[in-house]
């Protein structure tokens, strides 16, 4: 049987078959925006074709898609989702705007032009009603029903097609906003209802507010889309299992999905650092900078000692969202971000992206220059072999469009094509400094792995400003986060806020949550028929100093939490805050916050098979030149161009030379060199 990967991007859509043999087949087709599924169907389409099938044989055969998407998070970012109401305790509906007093942590403080926060929901579709759960879970005040349905009846009235319920304290008992939920629904059963209890069921209010409400704003968009695909999949055959790649780095069932949309934020981008984990081990370097640039954006993960971080302070544009994520950073910057000149005269690349329709103006559709025109104008991409030659790109349209950028700024039209991608580098170099340094490291230590279309062209011209000693492209670059995700084990996390002081803990409440927690997960993957000896647990809480703000996620013991462990427990946080931070405050007493159980069940693992060395040379894997143009020459180079399919495991090539592949081209810039390894990925190393 096979098994897909299908991550849905912005411009295009990656499919990644691993089929009966083991080896790895690699389809993109283009993303269609209005309806996603099509340009789903498309790619798989086409690994169809490739197996001589129809599209119900070919499906009838996959046991498995995991599969990834960016909708949740273009919803967001460009405020297509559902008109919400909210219904909150009474007296603090205005928590979702006041935000604790954050204004806004994308600018400047002293910027006094920044807009006022607009929420998701507007003050006049968000009522109070009469309730009150207290910290410790106890009911002071009982739902006041009539009040709610009057509330509900409202929001309807004014046609809000989703309702987030979201209590003071619901995290410590949910009994009320369970009963609100079911009363809205019993009202008017089509509509989306969310409570804040069961999308976050952690203490802050603000961060558990806007987090619901997220979800149920992406809500009705992304449950639409999973169902369609769920019959669409249905009606050709698939018989399988469809697992929802989620933003913490994990995958689940549909059915698990689309009442917690909020956990499909960035579920594409979130495999990406698996993937890259996964082939740095082959060349055992755990120390990695996970790169993936697409037609959109990139996004960079910092990966230290093999561990890929994740966060809970993430902000998805100006909308706090809570949830845990695996931290992986994004600019603007893609293969169809476009070239402008701002109010200073200065040419900027991006954050604005030419997408998938029109897409760059090679595409012969745009009109506005995008880095892949530049890219084709310096000679880098081959214009009859752009995605395996799928896609014929328009030479003469690609320098009239960067010819315009050039004329605003007196510079030719060579001269604009390299100002653009080194504006472009520049801005990914950036953000991979920022994230770097914010975790207090240096980017010389590490190896940097390319993904994304785009990846391969940019990379080591990227390692060159950063002084990065190593790259590593592998095979199926332009798949990276698709590839990830057969990385991905099955699961779900759970949490429960319980603060309290080193001194004040009670183990038996401790053993209780996650007993509770436990018995969810349990019957959680019952339902999708894992039994409870299938799966692994593991116990973390977040820790902090008493005064502190910021949390630390420490291991809890392998067994039970007790006063005879307790110290040594301590001692444990002492250390790892002194390993985070190069201090720690023993002296200070330490709270315990929240408690979190990972449940996870193992995938079946992928092993990649070595290759022999190759017996012939490089050169009968070449396929013309192409003349380009590198950073500081003006005069063009011709560049020896090599097929990636025919070169082999111990090939080397000096650069400059270029590399093409069916679904994306690697620039060896001069200075570097490149090697192939037994897994034909391409490892490419400062001179």
Known sequence: MKSLTIDVGGTFTDCLVLDESGQLQRFKASTTPE?????????????????QQTLNQFLGEVEQIVHGTTLGTNILITERGAKVGMITTKGFRDILEMRRGIRNLHGSMFDMFIEPYRPLVPRDLRFGVEERTRYDGSIDTPLDEEALREAARKLLDQDCTAIAICFLHSYANGENELRA???????????????????????????????????????????????????????????????????NGMVQVVDQCVDRAVYLLNSGPAAAPSAAMYLGALHKKNSLLSMDMGGTSFDVCVIKDGEIPTTSESWVGEHRV?????????????GGSLARIDSLGLLRVGPQSAGADPGPAAYGKGLEAAVTDADLVLGYIPADYFLGGDIKL????AHEAVARVGSKLN?????????????????????????????????????????????????????????????????????????????MDLGLEYARSCARRQSQLDFAEIGGLYTDMRRRACEDFARVGIAEAQLSFKPTVEMRYVGQYHEVEMDMPAEALSAENLPVMLENFHA???????????????????????????????IMTAQAKAAGSVEA???????????????????????????????????????????????????????????????????
Request: charged share 20%.
């Open 411 to 487: 510079m030719t039209t060579d001269q604009t094509a390299q100002a653009m991608f080194t504006t472009a580098n520049t801005v990914m170099s950036d953000l991979i400094t920022e994230v770097a340094t914010k975790q207090g490291r240096d980017v010389r230590d590490f190896t940097l792995v390319a993904g994304g279309g785009a990846g391969g062209i940019h990379a080591a011209a990227i390692a060159q400003q950063l002084s990065i000693p190593t790259v590593i492209v592998p095979r199926v670059a332009a798949l990276m986060s698709a590839f990830g995700m057969f990385a």
């Open 35 to 51: 309806d996603p599924t099509q340009g789903f169907f498309a790619a798989v389409g086409k690994a169809a074709k490739h197996y």
């Open 322 to 334: 809570a949830i845990k994520m695996v931290d992986v950073p994004t600019v603007g910057a893609g």
């Open 181 to 247: 939920k079911r009363i809205v629904q019993d009202m008017a059963p089509e509509a989306y209802v969310t409570t804040s209890h069961e999308i976050l069921p952690v203490w802050r209010e603000f961060e558990r507010f806007s987090t619901a409400v997220v979800s149920a704003y992406i809500g009705p968009a992304v449950t639409r889309y999973a169902r369609k695909l769920q019959s669409g999949l249905k009606d050709q055959g698939f018989q399988g299992r469809l697992l929802m790649m989620l933003a």
């Open 576 to 606: 790892k805050y002194q390993k985070m931070y190069t201090y720690s405050m023993k002296w200070r007493a330490a709270e315990f916050l929240t408690f979190r159980l990972k449940v996870t069940a193992p995938q079946r693992p992928l």
């Open 621 to 687: 894997a070449r396929r013309g030149s192409r003349a380009c143009l590198f950073h500081g020459n003006p005069a063009r180079v011709d560049t020896p161009v090599y097929d990636w399919d025919r070169m082999g495991h111990g090939h080397h090539v000096v650069g400059p030379a270029l590399i093409d592949d069916k679904t994306t081209t690697v620039m060896v810039p001069p200075g570097f060199s490149c090697e192939v390894d037994p897994y034909h990925n391409l490892v490419l190393s400062a001179r």
């Open 394 to 397: 328009d030479v003469k349209r």
